[in-house]
Each structure stands twice: as C-alpha cells, then as structure tokens.
C-alpha cells in the first residue's frame, strides 16, 4: 500500500488549496482516508476523515465549514481543499489510512505555506 | 470532545533505560488507544493499536497497558534508534484526538 500526495504549495490568505494523494495497492472502497496535519515544530492533528463504522466522513470541528474531503474511486485519488486559508493552517498535510479506524499507512505529506 | 493528556512533553535518558510515557483520556475510552513514532524528518508509524497489540515489525521491546481513561507506553530498553516524538490518538469514536506528544531523547 503506498499514498502519494501533491506537492508543495504556496497560497495567499484567503485562498483556498486542495491537495491530493493518489493510493495504490489497494482501491479507496476499501479503506477510509483521513486527512491529518502538523504545523511547525507542533504536533499532530486530525483534521477528518471517513468512518467504516458509521459510513460517514466526519470533519473535526475546528475546520467544519473551511474542510471538504473527497475520493475519486476511478483514479484510487483523495482530496482535500481547506479554505479561507490564514497563516495558521501553514503545515505538513498528510493522508492516513489502514485497517478500521487506524493510520497503519500514511503519505509523505505535502507543505502548505500561507504567506502574503 | 475527550482530552488526550501525555506526559511528561520530553525526557532525556541513556541507552538501556527504561522509559515510560502516559497518556491520559478526560473519558474512558476501553482500549481504542494507539501509539505512534515520529521520528525527526519522517511519517508517523503505528506502534501499537487497541493499547497493548504490538503492529507488525514493531520490536518487543515496546509495549503498551491501560484501558478506561490511562495508558501507558514502554520502551522497556532505550535505543539510540528510539529517538522520536510519540503520539497517542484515541479512535474508539470521532474526533480521532491525538496527545501533544512526548520527545523522547538520548542522555
């Protein structure tokens, strides 16, 4: 199983990014992707993300409004686009997935660099 | 939402140590616990899932306890290769709240 995301990106304040992570060895039906980001020198932080057990995508409630996940089965592709970007959503994004509600495979992560 | 406590945020041991982290949920959540390695420049990588099950490939000396609300992550030998932040995340329900993290160095 190998995630590969988008690469990096530059975005005013403002705007809006989305970015992608292509999966293979596996086809998205099967696995939920989530979508988890880190800023600088901080932690880790989950963002939202597909539940097998609930047949849902739950967004955490700090970017409800700002978040929209989705998945193109045909191309086995995820997207996320986060807007109104600020300079606080500066981070590494990354793409998570793996058996039920676990991260056991992740994407490289892509840098998202707010700047005026 | 539950809190996810760790402590302490950093430790500094020697090689061959015994190093203990904890992780505490503000509600009981059984054991839908996991702990992950981020180690400096890379992905996160799952250690352990459902508090005590070690992933695949993870060496024994790591192990984890706990349920209900507090959890524990050991590294029962300190590795020169151990040197990481380690997560925990809960994910017995939405949000899939991770800890602040603990940085865990060599003395």
């Known amino acids: 199983v190998q995630l590969v995301q988008s690469g990096a990106e530059v975005k005013k304040p403002g705007a809006s990014v989305k970015v992608s992570c292509k999966v293979s060895g596996y086809t998205l039906t099967k696995f939920s992707i989530h979508w988890v980001r880190q800023a600088p020198g901080k932690g880790l932080e989950w963002m939202g993300g597909?539940?097998?057990?609930?047949?849902?995508?739950i967004y955490a409630q700090k970017f409800q409004g700002r978040v929209t996940m989705t998945e193109d089965t045909s191309t086995d592709t995820a997207y996320m686009e986060l807007s109104s970007l600020r300079s606080e959503d500066t981070a590494l994004y990354y793409c998570?997935?793996?058996?039920?509600?676990?991260?056991?495979?992740w994407g490289q992560g892509t840098l998202v660099t707010v700047s005026s | 939402d539950i809190q996810m406590t760790q402590s302490p945020s950093s430790l500094s041991a020697s090689v061959g140590d015994r190093v203990t982290i904890t992780c505490r949920a503000s509600?009981?959540?059984?054991?839908?616990l996991a702990w992950y390695q981020q180690k400096p420049g890379k992905v996160p990588k799952l250690l352990i899932y459902?508090?005590?099950t070690l992933q695949s490939g993870v060496p024994s000396r790591f192990s984890g306890s706990g349920s209900g609300a507090d959890f524990t992550l050991t590294i029962s030998s300190l590795q020169p290769e151990d040197v990481a932040t380690y997560y925990c995340q809960k994910y017995n329900s939405a949000p899939w709240t991770f800890g602040q993290g603990t940085k865990v160095e060599i003395k």
């Open positions: 597909f539940d097998p057990e609930d047949g849902e995508r």
């Open positions: 459902a508090a005590s």
């Open positions: 509600q009981g959540i059984i054991n839908y």
């Open positions: 998570a997935t793996g058996s039920w509600r676990l991260f056991d495979y």
